[in-house]
């Protein structure tokens, strides 16, 4: 196996971010057409798909080969640079541990064993009735006002998306954050859908999209919300999936 690349610091941020929300360490699939990490969280709540295309890298080679790393240990190492360095990994083959080196600084990163790490998920294609598209800022300022009362967000589409509902219902306070039509990047909703999820795994996935990101939101009833965007000019793609909680709890 044969791993070796040049990226900038913000590149590899920005692609580990959204998987460093919701998992301490992951398996890294080095493919011929970039990085690419599926992963879950301990409870099978939340889900992320990252793919880091090659066109994100100054140099990039890679066999098809599979890593595991502590993304804690890694965002460390990068932490050491600034923003625009260049950064360097190359996968010593016989003593399987990733050399980095960014300004100066080289750190040689043991890696873990891919198969003692959580089993990558299998994220479903789920005919999800309506797509609304809006901006990271709103999803954060929606987020935001729930966060005021509740530790829980309902999402709404109302039929023909006339309407979309980010709501929470608190002991004692309410929320309703709507957009219209007009408020909207993009829309279709086939049928109105209605979904109860948890606040703090959706803050957790929120905090890596950037502010104006054209996030594409799939949504049912009662059933997982799927979360589509892009990072660093679109060479980082991310997808997110949250499951939903049932309202009885």
Do not use: W
Request: with cysteine; glycine share 6%; aromatic share 4%.
């Amino acid at each position: 196996m044969s791993f070796s690349a040049l990226a900038s610091v913000d590149t590899l941020q920005d692609a580990l971010d959204p998987v460093s929300a919701l998992v301490d360490e992951c398996k890294i699939r080095l493919n011929e057409d970039g990085l690419s990490i599926r992963a879950v969280d301990h409870a099978y709540v939340g889900m992320v798909d990252m793919h880091l295309t090659t066109s994100g890298f100054e140099a990039y080679e890679a066999d098809g080969g599979v890593i595991g790393v502590s993304l804690d240990r890694l965002e460390d190492v990068l932490s050491m640079g600034d923003s625009g360095d260049l950064v360097s990994l190359d996968l010593n083959e016989q003593t399987r541990k990733l050399d980095i080196h960014i300004s100066g600084l080289s750190y040689t990163l043991a890696l873990i064993d891919p198969d003692s790490i959580r089993q990558e998920p299998d994220i479903p294609e789920l005919e999800l009735p309506a797509r609304l598209v809006l901006t990271g800022d709103d999803i954060d300022y929606g987020i935001t006002a729930a966060d005021l009362c509740s530790d829980r967000i309902t999402l709404r589409a109302d039929k023909d998306g006339e309407a979309f509902h980010m709501e929470a219902e608190g002991d004692t306070d309410d929320v309703d954050l709507t957009f219209t039509n007009d408020d909207l990047l993009a829309g279709s909703v086939d049928e109105a859908a209605e979904s109860l999820f948890s606040l703090d795994y959706l803050k957790d996935m929120s905090r890596a999209m950037d502010t104006d990101a054209e996030v594409s939101l799939l949504l049912g009833s009662e059933m997982p919300v799927k979360l589509r965007y892009s990072r660093n000019n679109g060479h980082v793609e991310v997808v997110n999936m949250l499951a939903p909680r049932i309202k009885s709890e």
